[in-house]
């Protein structure tokens, strides 16, 4: 073969490997990306339900701090890309898991007494691809956390909200 007219070949076969290659690494990078947002918004389902059953019924700093943010921080989350207090769902149910109309109510039926779990949804949450002209949105699965309550921020002898807040 002649050295002179195979000097184009090697150009053209770099070209072909690398575009392969960097798909391939981009793809890896967007895969790290997407483990990653999918176990925050696990983290942020779970700390939000968590401050939930601690924290005083409709408390705005419960979803501000389940989205990483500062407890007076307002807006998106500093964490998690797209991700703001608009999109968490928090629900109080009873024992049969019926969700709570009126969870700050007096009332033993359909108030504070009868909430017996705390629930936090994400539904819908878009995760947008990255990668150089392949751009994309994938929906992500709801995630969710119900934990039994506590003490709704409140003392254990009566319904009398404490002063101080642990939120």
């Given at each position: 073969m002649n050295a002179k007219r195979m000097r184009g070949v090697y150009v053209v076969?770099?070209?072909i490997v690398s575009l392969l290659l960097f798909i391939l690494m981009f793809g890896v990078l967007e895969m790290g990306?997407?483990?990653f947002t999918v176990n925050a918004l696990n983290e942020t389902v779970r700390r939000g339900a968590?401050?939930?059953a601690v924290c005083e019924i409709n408390e705005p700093r419960?979803?501000?701090r389940a989205i990483f943010n500062a407890a007076e921080q307002a807006g998106a989350s500093s964490l998690i890309a797209n991700l703001e207090t608009a999109d968490l769902t928090l629900v109080y149910l009873d024992a049969t898991g019926a969700v709570i109309a009126t969870p700050a109510a007096a009332g033993a039926a359909t108030g504070f007494s009868a909430i017996r779990y705390v629930q936090l949804r994400v539904d819908n949450?878009?995760?947008d691809l990255l990668i150089p002209g392949m751009r994309g949105v994938?929906?992500?699965q709801p995630f969710t956390s119900t934990l039994p309550r506590e003490s709704l921020g409140r003392h254990a002898e009566s319904d009398v909200v404490?002063?101080?807040t642990p939120c």
């Open positions: 076969e770099f070209a990306r997407l483990f968590r401050l939930a419960i979803l501000r949450f878009s995760f994938f929906t992500l404490p002063e101080i």
